[in-house]
C-alpha cells in the first residue's frame, strides 16, 4: 500500500520571506501523480500543484513549485514571497492514473505566516 | 459557475441514529469521492461514483454506504452511528475522477455525534 508522510506537524515563516515544507512517500509503481493540497480554516480543500511522475521538470504555480525527487520518493513545496494567505494546513497526497480518485494523503503541516 | 456543494454544513446525531449526507458536484462533472477528516486518522477515502456506479472503496465498515443519481449528485449514508464517526466528511468532484483530471472539494459537512 502507499503511504505518505509529513514529517514537520507545524512550520512558520515570517512574511515575504521563503519556506520549504517536505513530504516523503513509498510506492512500488513507476507512474503516479503527487499533490499539494491547501486547507484554510474554512476547511475547503484547494489544489496547489500537481506532479506527474514520469515528468522530470518540477512543477511551478506562481509562488509555488515543488522539487520532486523519483528516486528519494521526496515531493517537497517551496512556497516564495510567504504572505499571510499562505497560512493554512498542507497536505502532500498521492494517486495512481487511473485510481479513480483516491487520493492518499500525509498528516498535514500547519502553516504560520509571521507578519 | 457553482463549486461543490455540501448539505448540511453542520449536523448533530445521537449514537445508534443515522445520517445521510449529500453533494451537488460542480456542473458536468461526473465523478464524485468521499472523504473522513478526523484529528486522529486524518484524511481517508471513503468511496467514489461515476455514472452512478461505485468504481473504489476505502476501508470502512458497510455501515458506510453511499449512492449517486443521474444528475451526479451524491448522498452518504452512515447507519448506527457510533462515537468515532464524529468528523468532517469531505465532497470532491472531477470530471472522469481520473488523477490528471483536477479534483475540486466542497466545505464539507462536520457530523458530530453525542
Known amino acids: 500500500a502507499q503511504t505518505v508522510t509529513q514529517s514537520q506537524p507545524e512550520m512558520s515563516v515570517q512574511e515575504a520571506e521563503t519556506v520549504t515544507l517536505s513530504c516523503t512517500y513509498d510506492?512500488?509503481?513507476?507512474?503516479?501523480?503527487l499533490f499539494w493540497y491547501k486547507q484554510p480554516p474554512s476547511r475547503q480543500m484547494i489544489l496547489v500543484i500537481r506532479?506527474?511522475?514520469?515528468?522530470?521538470q518540477n512543477a511551478t504555480e506562481n509562488r509555488f513549485s515543488v522539487n520532486f525527487q523519483k528516486a528519494a520518493k521526496s515531493f517537497s513545496l517551496k512556497i516564495s514571497d510567504s504572505q499571510l494567505g499562505d497560512a493554512a494546513m498542507y497536505f502532500c497526497?498521492?494517486?495512481?492514473?487511473?485510481?479513480?480518485?483516491?487520493?492518499?494523503f500525509g498528516t498535514g503541516t500547519r502553516l504560520t505566516i509571521i507578519p | 459557475k457553482a463549486g461543490v456543494t455540501q448539505t448540511p454544513r453542520y449536523l448533530i446525531k445521537t449514537r445508534g441514529q443515522q445520517v445521510t449526507l449529500s453533494c451537488s458536484p460542480i456542473?458536468?462533472?461526473?465523478?464524485v469521492s468521499w472523504y473522513q477528516q478526523t484529528p486522529g486518522q486524518g484524511l481517508q477515502f471513503l468511496f467514489e461514483y461515476f455514472s452512478e456506479t461505485q468504481r473504489n472503496k476505502g476501508n470502512f465498515p458497510g455501515r458506510f454506504s453511499g449512492r449517486q443519481f443521474s444528475n451526479s449528485r451524491s448522498e452518504m449514508n452512515v447507519s448506527t452511528l457510533e462515537l468515532g464517526d464524529s468528523a468532517l466528511y469531505l465532497c470532491?468532484?472531477?470530471?472522469?475522477?481520473?488523477?490528471?483530471?483536477?479534483?475540486?472539494f466542497g466545505e464539507g459537512s462536520w457530523l458530530t455525534v453525542v
Open positions: 510506492t512500488s509503481e513507476s507512474d503516479y501523480y
Open positions: 470532491a468532484s472531477s470530471l472522469e475522477g481520473r488523477s490528471g483530471n483536477t479534483i475540486y
Open positions: 456542473s458536468g462533472h461526473r465523478s
Open positions: 506532479q506527474e511522475a514520469y515528468k522530470q
Open positions: 497526497a498521492y494517486a495512481l492514473p487511473f485510481g479513480n480518485e483516491k487520493l492518499t
